[in-house]
């Protein structure tokens, strides 16, 4: 029988249909309930507004970079997580597939997004270094906290949801072409064949939302005794 507490991700190209604003409640936040939860929160502020001075209103090149980042924490948290459980001879509860299915979501947005941002080489060094400096510390972090570590995501999340929305925004404006979606969103989420930059933004809005609700839970157990 399985486990009603355990929390999956579902995959978004499933709920493509399903992807009411208020449902996903798009200004959701989490308030900091420790010094752990204000210093992820703080850490994610900061990382924001790096991220607002490099890509002020390029959000399709903020995207690809900041995607490169999204998809570590997954990787590290199901490779700790696997590693905890052999060590402890248990049960993951869920986690594993969960964590790593949400990696390979987010390396998704990534080939989306490069299929229609073409970023500079300058850029692409970006996220050598960035990368490299954010798998190292999440490690640590995940070692040391992994409570902290899924609050950060959580709270990493929420700021992908407003940028994305903003995305949407300048969209809506005109300010940035809505050009057609690469065949590979299409196949991914199970689009229309007609569909465009708009739809492939949205659900992918719809992936971050997701992302910051397990994040948050998976910490939210974590500190309440729920999990190992």
């Given at each position: 029988m399985s486990d009603p507490d355990r929390t999956r991700i579902t995959p978004s190209r499933k709920i493509y249909e399903h992807l009411d604003e208020a449902s996903l409640e798009l200004e959701k936040?989490?308030?900091p309930g420790g010094a752990s939860d204000r210093f992820a929160m703080a850490m994610v502020k900061m990382l924001r507004f790096i991220a607002d001075t490099f890509f002020a209103k390029r959000y399709g090149?903020?995207?690809?970079?900041?995607e490169t980042v999204a998809a570590v924490p997954g990787m590290v948290g199901g490779t700790l997580q696997h590693l905890k459980?052999?060590?402890?001879?248990?049960?993951?509860?869920g986690w594993i597939f969960t964590l790593l299915d949400e990696a390979e979501n987010e390396r998704m947005h990534l080939m989306a997004f490069m299929e229609i941002i073409?970023?500079?080489?300058?850029?692409?060094?970006?996220?050598?270094?960035?990368?490299?400096?954010f798998?190292?510390?999440?490690?640590?972090?995940?070692?040391?906290?992994?409570?902290?570590?899924?609050?950060?995501?959580?709270?990493?999340?929420?700021?992908?949801?407003?940028?994305?929305t903003l995305y949407l925004q300048r969209i809506d404006s005109g300010d940035e072409e809505n050009v057609p979606a690469p065949q590979l969103a299409i196949d991914y989420w199970?689009?229309?064949?007609?569909?465009?930059?708009?739809?492939?933004?949205?659900?992918?809005?719809?992936?971050e939302v997701m992302h910051r609700d397990t994040n948050h839970r998976f910490a939210d157990?974590?500190?309440?005794?729920?999990?190992y």
């Open positions: 936040h989490y308030t090149n903020r995207a690809i970079v900041l459980c052999l060590r402890r001879l248990c049960d993951d509860e073409h970023p500079a080489w300058y850029e692409r060094l970006i996220v050598v270094i960035v990368q490299a400096i798998y190292n510390a999440f490690f640590l972090l995940y070692l040391i906290s992994d409570k902290t570590a899924h609050r950060l995501v959580g709270y990493f999340e929420e700021e992908a949801v407003i940028s994305y199970g689009l229309p064949e007609d569909a465009r930059l708009r739809e492939v933004v949205e659900v992918i809005r719809a992936d157990r974590i500190a309440a005794g729920q999990h």
